[in-house]
């Protein structure tokens, strides 16, 4: 069998996922083309609603298989074909969460006919109750006023009090600007803020994440950061060379992949 492990294929998921052995993922993240037209250096985000639904539900197909009963996946979509998505997803996995990432767009002109759309949805499934979910390793921790003020003898000593609170299900992460370290030449690149949550609460230590359209990689780089494994694919030559640099430079300790 090929060797997969914290391997980039630079080639087509869908034909390529066989190379996975079924039930081996711990945790899928699937950032596909949303169906925009947008320019990733080739044509994959071309297709009209018919086909991409279609393409859509082709890949879900083969890529679930390869989850473990206690895995979960996390896919990026837009309004635009959420409410599909989310329907082909439901007929073989649970829904746990929408989540809206707003991506922090400042408000500037826009369209004059409906509102301007500045959140990326996000569906967290799950294939089973025994999921794997790690909420300690993701609380969020109050600051010392907010703390003081639920110093009533009725909260000391809350977990969620001494540790901090469930992230919600609306993330306010800033998209990236040119200005930011982790900034790679991608038109869609995600924060690593953002993969680094899903993986910590969602892949165990040492477990291993299935990301099939890798763009910029950002999903090998935030599981090298936090011990995970991972395998990926990315149609895009000049992506997969990208990746390449972004993990080398998490090998040497480049404070380009710095958050700051
Ligand atoms: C939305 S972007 C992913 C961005 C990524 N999450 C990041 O943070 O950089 C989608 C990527 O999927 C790639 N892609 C599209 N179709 C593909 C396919 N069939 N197999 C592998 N990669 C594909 C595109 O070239 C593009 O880079």
């Known amino acids: 069998m090929t060797q997969w492990r914290n391997r980039i294929f630079c080639e087509d998921a869908l034909s390529g996922m066989a190379q996975i052995p ?76 929408e989540i809206i990432w707003d991506r922090r767009v400042p408000s500037m002109g826009g369209g004059t006919r409906k509102y301007s759309s500045v959140h990326d949805t996000i569906g967290f499934f799950v294939n089973a109750k025994d999921y794997y979910f790690d909420l300690d390793a993701v609380r969020i921790a109050y600051d010392a006023v907010t703390k003081k003020a639920r110093s009533r003898s009725i909260f000391i000593g809350a977990k969620w009090l001494e540790l901090g609170y469930n992230p919600k ?12 370290r982790e900034r790679a030449d991608h038109p869609t690149q995600k924060p690593l803020e953002i993969i680094e949550r899903m993986l910590k609460a969602s892949c165990p230590p040492g477990g291993i994440v299935f990301d099939p359209f890798m763009g910029s990689g950002t999903t090998a780089v935030a599981a090298r950061r936090c011990g995970r494994d991972f395998v990926g694919f990315e149609l895009n030559p000049v992506y997969c060379e990208m990746i390449e640099q972004r993990l080398a430079a998490i090998e040497a300790g480049s404070p380009e992949t710095s958050l700051e």
């Open 169 to 180: 299900d609306v993330w306010s992460v800033s998209r990236l600007h040119r200005e930011h």
């Open 22 to 97: 079924d039930g081996a993922i711990d945790l899928i993240i699937a950032d596909p083309p949303y169906g925009l037209g947008k320019d990733y250096g080739n044509d994959s985000d071309k297709l009209d609603a018919e086909a991409y639904l279609q393409w859509t539900q082709a890949w879900i197909n083969a890529a679930l298989p390869k989850l473990k009963v206690t895995g979960s996946l996390y896919i990026f979509l837009t309004w635009r074909y959420s409410p599909e998505i989310f329907v082909m997803l439901k007929q073989q996995m649970t829904m746990a969460n």
